[in-house]
């Protein structure tokens, strides 16, 4: 029994020291066909029970299947390690440089000018206010005269105008836009205008063509107070929190009292420095509360209603706010200033 | 509007310095655009007089004076030559600035030590005009100074003024003079405005009349004509004060006559003019309207045809005077005048600024009438103008001045209460507070409790409501005690974009993630647009809308078509060795079709090169935009002149409309651009896409069982398009066959000749069984025989 039982633990070491020589999932499958098939040396082994005493069978026998299944395991677990082996080898040689560039195309860009119309349109949306378009090329009509500046009027010179007939021009601000929605709409107004419009300058802080976002309340009690407060909210949005704003006051013929706006200077945030002249302060738009012939020019009693209204030109907020020096980068469409712009709107 | 601080102070006291009153002013509402100290620019410049002149020892062109500057006597050196012995000159002492921001120190000159400097006009920054003997080439001889010597040269000169040029908004007409001003700092000081002196006496035995008759054909032109006349007129310089005043505000003083007219029209607001009594032919004044293409000389020496709608002053026989733009040569003041006729008018501002632009002439006087002048300053300002030749002592004044004046302006009454100004101030101005203010702006208030009636003085045209009453009393209770509200009071409204705006958004979006850049270009192009893009002359894009004044002709007309644009951008790109770009623009475009607004539409303009661009990467921004608008578009060969024949196609919506096009530009084309790249660009009218899209979703079932496919490529000829084969194969393939898509293109001349294999998978699905072989052999063979008869096409 004795020496039964020592062939088993031979065998056991031999299958152990071999399998872990194996390399290739194949010598582990020979192990197993020399170990543990028909004529393995274990099989072989069960075999010779029959010259074995009866009395000793079960527990030589018990020997046997003990050792079969520690090999079969053992072949097992060597099995799952080679193909591990394997598998990191394969990893190991598909790496890739994954710094190299992504595939599908690099995402564009907006305008910086869109990027800040959208960004004034965003807090007047959610003030209430809706968004109206209307024509760049106007007639006279709405352009100034229902803007309480009749033909002739003083304040004309104020606003160089590109004209295509004596009566047909290009609309020197949206103002003409709320105009056509006070035609067609019955307070509450709450509008915001952007837009194109034109007038003949061109030098560093001008452009013959600009865009405006201009805005009009019109409803009961709506004061002065109320305007400042809109706007508050506007400049904070857009600068910083910390933004203050201040009213002079300046003429517009389409609002009386007229204001301009100043706010805090967003570098210097209101020190002094080179970009807002050591004021402190930078003027950014111009506003006031309409003026009670422009209601009445749009059948709309001022006895009963009063508005605020508001323009400002979105090049200039956007050379304040990324400190473009010069108003004619933004009209150059360089790509390589374009792409720099990554907001979204 | 020049003013300046002691002009002012003849009407108002002003106990602050000028840049606090600048300060004020602005918060008022008058942006003062720059404040000149006349004593700044000189300094330490004092009279002195030369008590002995010696030769330098060691130099042949210099000499050493000792100067008296009335503390101490001064050794300096100077090369001048034009000096004596006793001649009173300026000198500059050690520590001196000068205009021109030299500064003058003590130092040794050829070893002898010179302690300043005498000065010549020039370097004190005096002309001749400013002071005689100040154009001599040379030291300035001041010798008929008595001021004793060490005075401050700007004291000798009467620089003692503070000039402040003063911003004056359209509205405020009666602002553009020294009184006008004057008003506002009383109002800002709250202290009580004085009038200018307009006493004087006139001669009991002379009449204007007698010299002169007045009549005025067109008063709607002219609403008031005032004229007095001066005899024994003795033309001389005015006085120093004067002289020195107008200098200050940028007016040349030329005589007594004249100066008076310009002094007054800066004082009062009023322009004046004054004819030489002998000139005007019969004695006769005639304001009327000209007659086409009558001509007259201006004191500018320019001829000018006038036309009937401009207004004049003619005498008997002609023309004397553009009515309020300027006089004639034939009846202007002169060295040997002896009588004139002062006229103080109303002229229509409207009229007088049409003549004006009409005849490009511009004047002090045209300019002043534009911003507006009241029917009160007529009186006022032709009775400052006799004060002053009395005060001159420059001629006999006549009485009974002409003064026609048909029909008076009403004194406005505004009716209105106190709570309504609050109300539209949104700030509770006390009662009394907001009636002092608009007292100390000299409007009559009279009040009842909370209700006011306000009467504001004649020149405050622009006080019409209760809103301008508003701006008076903010201006001065303080734009700062405005504190932000949002609203409370107002209906809450439900604010956002329309779908229209929302859908120019998307488009933005789509080409964002596409890769492309946006740009802004401007609305304006040269009309050479045409000849570039090689338009025919009956092309539609033709019909622009021209501007009757660009800022220059290759931006005159307004563009038709974003092409031009979108180009020339990836042309200055492309330039710039930027090797490649994908840009996009919306933007609008205006055609004329005779309406009295253009039709103007909004566009989409894509635009790309570098060396993975090609004509199919745009067309997959624009079908992608087509998926989101849910626009099943066509995509036609398109006859475009600026684009490759071969490469380009129009996208048409179902029902034939053209939508835009997607292309390779014309090698002619951007050759023009100096461009050798190929360009790729597309066009897209948004507002078409608005109109056209479907985007409601509707629910489908999705089949359950599986789909057969199958594939075929057929051999056809190479004009025969695959928009042609998906077609043929879609009409004979029945409601069971789902998608055809092409999946390879093959040409190999051997094999094929000048055919070509287009390879093509096919999608077969029922919704209520599973396909048999069967199913799907019988529509495969209709779909070969179909694409035999209709196309030609032979199974490869």
């Known amino acids: 029994m004795s020496v039964i039982s020592e062939k088993i633990q031979e065998i056991l070491a031999y299958a152990k020291s071999r399998l872990e020589e194996s390399n290739e999932a194949g010598d582990v499958n020979d192990m197993r066909v020399r170990l543990l098939g028909k004529s393995g040396e274990l099989t072989s082994l069960l075999r010779s029970l029959k010259d074995i005493p009866p009395e000793e069978r079960p527990t030589i026998g018990k020997l046997v299947n003990e050792a079969r299944d520690s090999i079969t395991s053992m072949i097992e677990l060597r099995l799952a390690f080679l193909k591990r082996l394997e598998l990191e080898r394969k990893t190991r040689d598909e790496r890739i440089d994954v710094t190299l560039g992504g595939k599908g195309v690099a995402r564009g860009s907006y305008h910086p000018c869109t990027l800040v119309r959208e960004e004034i349109l965003r807090v007047f949306i959610s003030l209430g206010f809706s968004v109206e378009q209307g024509p760049e090329i106007e007639s006279d009509y709405y352009n100034f005269q229902r803007m309480n500046m009749p033909k002739d009027h003083p304040a004309r010179d104020m606003q160089d105008t590109f004209y295509i007939t004596p009566d047909v021009l290009l609309r020197t601000h949206t103002s003409p836009v709320q105009a056509r929605v006070m035609d067609k709409s019955k307070p509450p107004i709450r509008v915001v205008c952007p837009g194109k419009v034109y007038r003949p300058d061109d030098d560093a802080t001008h452009s013959p063509m600009f865009q405006q976002v201009e805005g009009l309340v019109v409803d009961k009690d709506i004061t002065l107070c109320d305007l400042k407060g809109t706007l508050e909210c506007v400049a904070k949005e857009l600068f910083d929190s910390k933004t203050k704003i201040r009213f002079r006051p300046s003429y517009f013929p389409f609002t009386e009292p007229s204001v301009e706006v100043d706010v805090t200077c967003p570098v210097c945030h209101g020190k002094g420095c080179r970009i807002c002249k050591g004021t402190g302060w930078i003027e950014v738009l111009g506003a006031g509360v309409v003026n009670p012939e422009v209601l009445r020019a749009s059948g709309i009693d001022p006895d009963v209603y009063s508005g605020f209204a508001f323009g400002m030109g979105v090049e200039r907020i956007a050379m304040i706010k990324y400190g473009i020096p010069d108003m004619r980068i933004l009209f150059e469409n360089d790509v390589r200033f374009l792409s720099g712009f990554k907001e979204e709107i | 509007m020049k003013v300046t601080l002691n002009w002012l102070k003849d009407f108002v006291d002003i106990d602050i310095t000028a840049v606090e009153l600048a300060d004020r ?4 509402g008058f942006e003062v655009e720059e404040i000149i100290d006349q004593r700044a620019a000189i300094k330490g410049v004092v009279l002195g007089r030369i008590e002995s002149i010696v030769r330098h020892p060691d130099a042949d062109k210099l000499v050493i004076c000792k100067v008296d500057v009335g503390s101490e006597v001064l050794q300096i050196v100077t090369g001048a030559s034009n000096i004596a012995e006793g001649d009173v000159v300026p000198v500059a002492t050690d520590g001196a600035v000068l205009p021109d921001g030299k500064r003058i120190k003590s130092g040794k000159l050829r070893g002898v030590a010179s302690c300043g400097m005498m000065c010549s006009g020039e370097e004190l920054g005096l002309s001749e005009s400013d002071y005689k003997g100040a154009g001599v080439y040379g030291i300035l001889i001041m010798n008929g100074e008595d001021k004793a010597l060490g005075t401050d040269i700007n004291d000798v000169l009467g620089y003692d003024d503070v000039i402040l040029d003063v911003a004056v908004t359209a509205n405020r007409g009666d602002c553009n003079s ?16 004085k009038m200018p002196d307009l006493s004087f006496s006139a001669d009991k035995a002379s009449k204007t009349g007698d010299y002169v008759s007045v009549s005025v054909k067109d008063k709607q032109l002219c609403p008031r004509y005032m004229a ?17 005043r107008l200098k200050a505000v940028g007016i040349r003083p030329i005589s007594n006559l004249v100066d008076i007219t310009n002094y007054v029209l800066t004082e009062i607001g009023q322009p004046m003019h004054a004819f030489d009594m002998r000139d005007i032919d019969g004695g006769k004044i005639n304001v009327r309207r000209a007659l086409d293409s009558e001509k007259i000389v201006a004191l500018d020496g320019k001829e000018y045809t006038l036309s009937s709608d401009m207004l004049i002053i003619a005498d008997a026989a002609k023309p004397c005077a553009i009515a309020g733009v300027m006089g004639g040569e034939n009846s202007g003041i002169r060295e040997d005048t002896q009588g004139v006729i002062f006229e ?52 006999v004044i006549a009485q009974d001045m002409i003064d026609v004046f048909d029909n008076k302006p009403k004194a406005r009454r505004i009716e209105t209460s106190l709570s309504r100004i609050n109300g539209i101030l949104g700030v509770d101005v006390p009662a009394d507070e907001a009636v002092r203010i608009l007292a100390a702006l000299r409007i009559q208030v009279e009040r009842d409790g909370d209700k006011i009636v306000c009467i504001p003085p004649e020149g405050r045209e622009d006080l019409e409501n209760v809103n301008d009453l508003a701006e008076e009393v903010i201006r001065f209770y303080g734009y700062d005690k405005i504190d932000g509200t949002l609203m409370e009071k107002g209906k809450q409204t439900v604010g956002g974009k329309g779908l229209r705006i929302a859908d120019t958004d998307l488009v933005k979006r789509l080409c964002v993630a596409a890769g492309y850049n946006e740009i802004l270009t401007y609305s304006f192009v040269s009309p050479k647009m045409c000849d570039v893009l090689m338009l025919p002359e009956d092309d539609a894009l033709h019909s622009s809308v021209e501007l009757l004044n660009p800022l220059g002709e290759d931006v005159s007309r307004m563009r038709t078509t974003l092409a031009y644009s979108i180009i ?3 042309a200055s790109n492309y330039l710039k060795s930027i090797h490649t770009a994908r840009l996009y623009e919306v933007a609008g475009v205006y055609y004329d079709k ?24 745009v067309k997959g921004v624009i079908e992608n935009i087509m998926r989101a608008f849910g626009i099943d578009a066509a995509y036609e060969r398109s006859t475009l002149p600026y684009l490759h024949g071969g490469r380009s196609a129009d996208i048409v919506a179902a029902g034939g409309k053209v939508l835009g096009y997607i292309g390779e530009v014309h090698r002619d084309v951007s050759a023009a651009f100096n461009v050798e790249e190929r360009l790729y660009i597309a066009e897209l009218d948004i507002d078409m896409l608005h109109k056209y899209a479907r985007r409601k979703y509707v629910f489908e079932q999705v089949s359950k069982f599986p789909p057969v496919e199958r594939d075929l490529a057929i051999v056809v000829e190479e004009d025969v398009s695959a928009a042609k084969i998906i077609a043929a194969i879609k009409k004979a393939g029945g409601g069971l066959l789902k998608e055809v898509s092409v999946f390879d293109v093959y040409r190999n001349k051997l094999l094929l000749g000048e055919k070509k294999s287009v390879a093509l998978n096919l999608v077969f699905r029922a919704d209520d069984k599973t396909l048999t072989d069967a199913d799907i052999s019988s529509r495969m063979d209709r779909i070969t025989e179909k694409l035999h008869s209709e196309l030609g096409g032979v199974l490869r």
Request: with cysteine; proline share 3%.
């Open chain 2, 568 to 570: 020339s951008t990836l």
């Open chain 2, 228 to 244: 007095a006349a001066v005899t024994d007129v003795k033309i001389a310089p005015s006085p120093e004060y004067i002289r020195r």
């Open chain 2, 178 to 193: 020294v009184l006008g001003i004057a008003g506002e700092v009383a109002a800002i000081l709250n202290k009580p405005l």
């Open chain 2, 25 to 28: 002013l602005v918060n008022t």
């Open chain 2, 594 to 617: 005779g309406a009295e607004l253009p039709e103007q539409s909004e566009r989409l303009a894509l635009g790309a090169y570098g060396k993975d661009e090609d004509f199919y990467t």
């Open chain 2, 344 to 395: 103080s008018a109303k002229f229509a501002r409207d009229s007088v600024r049409r003549t004006s632009r009409g005849l490009g002439l511009r004047s002090d006087s045209s300019a002043r009438y534009e911003k507006g002048v009241d029917c009160s300053l007529q009186e006022i300002g032709v009775r400052r103008a006799l004060h002053l030749v009395q005060e001159l002592g420059c001629g």
